[in-house]
């Protein structure tokens, strides 16, 4: 899993998601212990040695006792308490997420697109969707309790920061890349009409 | 043929034309065996054994027995029907055919490009050419209905599927690749201009 | 030569200038014979084996008598013909020259960038530097006879022809490749301004 | 040191940002040594050995005695001077600073961005940041005067030359490369907007 997962941060680094040292992923392992991406690795080296063990407040344990991961880990913590089919947790800085949240301010609205079907439980491209967009916040608890206002409102597994990027989660690996892609590519689309 | 074929689809997804899980892919073998690509694989790790044998209502058979592939193998079928040519299909969610769609209802005109010699039996840069747009439909019954009605129109061995993507076939892989490509880049030109 | 000239073209092509089987290559080796990329080889995959030698009317010789390259070998021709310090020559079908003359008939206009410097004997940011565009043609013949006219306006190892690409040359690979990038990033900046 | 940083180097050409054979680079170290990229190698092609060794003049020392590096190791020598925690310079060509140059005069202001926290001593998207923009001259003892007016104005690692790239620095390869990949994405973004 950490291998897979390190790959993927590293092809998504390729795509130009993960400038400077930005951006920052977790997932929960079979004995539903949290791993979290060290803080300040750069993601075009990131290895499965990058991944560091929390507890549930956001503390490093085990051999990384004492370590602090980034402040932005409170959101992955968020995710996973408000979202219990979130097992992976990808974050990404993909810039057409950040344009359309300087068009939009609360949410991100899509309709007529075959992709959407990539977000689990869409079924067409008839259907109305909406993205929420939060406002960006260097205090995590009240970026926090931002989302618990607009908790209702995230129905397809990802929500945006406005000039920040995007969260994306889902049950593996796999189902989360696909909802990150899916978002990024809806962004793009629009962004570009 | 399916590991050249595999590589194929996994530079594409390179490219960004299969993002999530989206696309499928087809060919018919040299004993007229039709090969689909499996559904829900990503494509950025697809390989020759993500392809499978149907019969001809689109229903896997021997070792794939009972698996069904995307529904999107009825439009697949709908072409080997009505372009005896077409041997290899590619589908593609580049974006450019998608925004295309948003600027135009019927058709996609083209005229002036070198490059529309990619399709073949085009000989001049100054032929004006039409590749048909076709509504998108989660029905694939209805869809073939509307492939129907604009058969004629389609003359350039590609069409597009409205905020959807591209059909695009050839005799080999070969020939398929070129007609796909020569239709992302005169959609990208227009899109630009 | 043959072997850094294939590994130039496949990486050309993997930036997106050479789509379906579009574009060809060329140069002179050291006994003055010429060499030209064999007409509908997929540039992702050009090897060493890919060129052939011609004579000086554009025709197939020795192992490759009788064989016709490209029509558009005939520019080859006229460029080595004209610009003797020319001994490689790069045809490509990036975008942006071909959107540019969308926007500039005669010439397409630069000044103000340092990388105009990339176009040997320019020496500053402030020259005013004219790249010749050509009208496209499929008789190769009529073609000539406009690069003709326009020879003495050709003074930076390279010209448009319009909705085609781009022809750019050196005295070897690694200066050729300097004019054709040198030409590319120029019509993508200007574009998108 | 110098093997990771030829890495570096041929990446940032494989994004673009060092077409034809431009950009250059420099460090200092463990001894006070200053090391320059060679002149006229392609990017696309660097490797350790094209660093060079040079005086505090910016003439080539020890075996590359007498060897002139670019007329552009002035520019590197000034920040080296001025900014003492610097111990890398990057230089790079990519394109999206070049346009907002055209855009703006004598800085470019960022405000709004998570990304900007990527310059050091950045701590919230809400500052309102200045980078710099120089004039672009192609004589260095006036483009290193112009440095000298508006050295109090740089503040975040990083300068822009009008019309032809920035320059980026850091305490090490790391923190140089997070400088440049930031100052690139806030001039895309704002760019595309």
Redesign the interface.
């Known amino acids: 899993m950490k291998a897979a997962f390190a790959e993927l941060i590293r092809?998504l680094h390729a795509k130009g998601w993960s400038?400077?040292?930005?951006t920052n992923y977790s997932f929960i392992d079979e004995h539903q212990q949290c791993w979290v991406s060290r803080s300040g690795v750069?993601k075009?080296v990131f290895s499965e040695q990058d991944f560091m063990t929390i507890d549930n407040t956001g503390i490093g344990t085990g051999m990384f006792h004492g370590t602090k991961p980034s402040d932005e880990t409170q959101i992955h913590l968020w995710i996973y308490n408000n979202f219990p089919e979130a097992k992976v947790i990808l974050h990404s800085?993909g810039?057409y997420p950040?344009?359309i949240s300087?068009f939009n301010e609360d949410f991100f609205p899509v309709q007529?697109?075959?992709?959407q079907k990539?977000f689990k439980g869409c079924?067409?491209?008839?259907d109305s969707i909406e993205i929420p967009i939060i406002d960006?916040q260097?205090d995590m608890t009240v970026l926090c309790q931002a989302l618990d206002v607009k908790k209702l409102a995230i129905q397809h597994h990802c929500f945006i920061?406005a000039?920040?990027?995007t969260y994306a989660w889902g049950a593996d690996l796999?189902e989360a890349?696909?909802?990150l892609?899916?978002l990024?590519?809806l962004c793009?689309?629009e962004?570009?009409?």
């Open positions: 092809n400038p400077a040292t930005s750069h075009g800085h810039k950040v344009l300087q007529g697109y075959e992709l990539g079924k067409s491209h008839l960006n260097q920061i000039g920040h990027g796999f890349q696909r909802h892609e899916t990024d590519y793009e689309c962004f570009l009409l």
